[in-house]
Structures are given as C-alpha cells and as structure tokens.
C-alpha cells in the first residue's frame, strides 16, 4: 500500500532546499535543454482535513542554471524573464483533490490547483503531485516527501522570444515542462524562526 496524505501532520511544513529541486525543460531546435532553478523556498500548510492544504512557494528568477553561462545571460535579460523587474516567481496554490489518473503509480497521486505568478502575469496552474510519505530525519525533525509536474505556456506569461527559422519553424519551444522534487519538514514549537 503506498503512503496516503492522511499520514500527513497538520501544520506547516517549510519546504527545505537542500533536499529539493525545480527542474524543467524546453524544446530547442530539434532537442531538449534542460535547467533548474537553485534559489527558492516555500511553505505547505496541511490542514485538518488534507484536502483542504494551502502552499505558497517562492522562487528567485535569477537564480536559473542551464549550464551555460551565456545562454542564463540571455535569459535573465529583458528578452526572457527580465529578472532586474521581475525577480521573484510565485506559486500560491490553493485546492487539493485525488488524482483519477495514475492508478498505477506507486503512489496515490492529487492534483494541487493554484496560481503561479511570472513577470506580473498570473495564469492558472495544476500540478499532478505523487505524495511518498513521512519519515522522521537523523535530526530530529520529520519529513515529507513529493513529486509534482506540469507544463505552462510561455507566451501565456508574456515571454515570446524567438527566432524563425525556415519555412513555419522557430528556435524555441513554446511548453515548459516542470518537475518538482520537494521534502518539507514538519514546524515544531521549537523550531527556529
């Protein structure tokens, strides 16, 4: 039987970026580049009732790495996500329900419904999120573990860079692909503020 967020403490849980990640990918020519972004936090409230969880995250824009220094350059620039305007990326989600798709997955799967906000532009968002349990840490402290993904639309938050090649093809993909590997850690009364 896989874990079930009714394993799930209510509180809050301070997402914790040493153990987690924010990868995504986009078409480029006829491959994939991929990055990640490695400056971002946030917070999960559980609720009495799991479903009714609320999460905020926050993620620093400037903070891109798609290894290659040149090509972060360009897209911190106005061209892209004009980070010196827009420094901060924001998710803030709202509504949880189970999943009716990935039955077969190792782990119940939810959708987690909000908002993610990208150069003043907020678009909608649903991210499918597998939940792999809790667990108490060599700390002392208790964890819990998720995956989420999802796509958005560029254009849809006003970036619309790109190169025409021949015929009706560009350079760049439209659809970002985005994967979250997330562990929060469960605030206790004597957790630092």
């Known amino acids: 039987m896989g874990a079930e967020v009714s394993d799930l403490e209510a509180g ?3 997402v914790d970026p040493v153990h987690s990640e924010i990868t995504f ?13 490695t400056e971002f936090g946030g917070e999960v409230e559980i609720g009495d009732d799991p479903l009714d969880s609320r999460a905020h995250a926050e993620i620093r ?8 220094e040149e090509r972060d350059a360009h897209v911190r620039s ?3 996500l004009d980070v010196d305007h827009h420094p901060v990326m924001t998710f803030v989600g709202h509504g949880v329900q189970r999943a009716a798709i990935g039955r ?4 119940p799967r939810y959708h987690v419904d909000g908002e993610l906000t990208i150069k003043d532009v907020t678009r909608p968002v649903r ?3 597998e939940f792999h349990g809790v667990s108490p840490d060599p700390w002392g402290g208790i964890r819990a573990g998720f995956t989420a ?3 958005i639309s560029r254009s849809d938050f006003g970036i619309e860079f790109n ?3 021949q015929g009706d093809k560009v350079m760049l993909g439209d659809t970002i692909s985005i994967a979250l590997e997330i562990q929060a850690v469960l605030a206790t009364a004597d957790s630092p503020a």
């Open 149 to 151: 993904t999802t796509s």
């Open 163 to 165: 190169v025409p090649l």
């Open 61 to 68: 824009m400037a903070s891109i790495d798609t290894r290659s």
């Open 78 to 80: 106005a061209d892209f």
């Open 12 to 14: 809050s849980w301070t």
């Open 25 to 37: 990918t986009v078409r480029h020519l006829m491959t994939t580049v991929r990055g990640s972004f």
């Open 104 to 107: 077969r997955a190792r782990n």
């Open 127 to 129: 991210l499918l999120t």
